[in-house]
Nanobody, 126 residues
Framework: QVQLVETGGGLVQAGDSLRLSCAFS????????MTWFRQVPGELREFVAG????????GYANSVKGRFTVSRDNAKNTVILQMDSLQPADTAVYYC???????????????????WGQGTQVTVSS
């Protein structure tokens, strides 16, 4: 059974940093590219960052490029989202996600992802 659990969210001030973790339970974590999304109430879930299954390729939404860094530790079945220089516009629930089938490259379309965590709230005050 696949389970994804995000942790690390919280309430911070603008300019602060947070480090989100996504713990994966299941088989063959290193066979899957992983993706981070975020969602604000009343809006669609949007792509934030993705990482290939070996960690060699990463990608970011324009709104977070240069401030967020995605990484993974395949030995620990964990994906990390380091968020620096946080802004109030970054306030959202953050989710990690896995595709249904093994793949090398990350997916940016939420429709292409099969497994989601419960999310962790990030709130940035001005």
């Amino acid at each position: 059974q696949v389970q994804l659990v995000e942790t690390g969210g919280g309430l911070v001030q603008a300019g602060d940093s947070l480090r989100l973790s996504c713990a994966f339970s299941g088989r063959s974590f290193s066979s899957y590219a992983m993706t981070w999304f975020r969602q604000v109430p009343g809006e669609l879930r949007e792509f934030v960052a993705g990482i290939s299954r070996d960690g060699g390729s990463t990608g970011y939404a324009n709104s977070v490029k240069g401030r967020f860094t995605v990484s993974r530790d395949n030995a620990k079945n964990t994906v990390i989202l380091q968020m620096d220089s946080l802004q109030p516009a970054d306030t959202a629930v953050y989710y990690c996600a896995r595709p249904m089938y093994t793949r090398t490259s990350y997916i940016t379309d939420r429709g292409g992802l099969a497994y989601w965590g419960q999310g962790t709230q990030v709130t940035v005050s001005s």
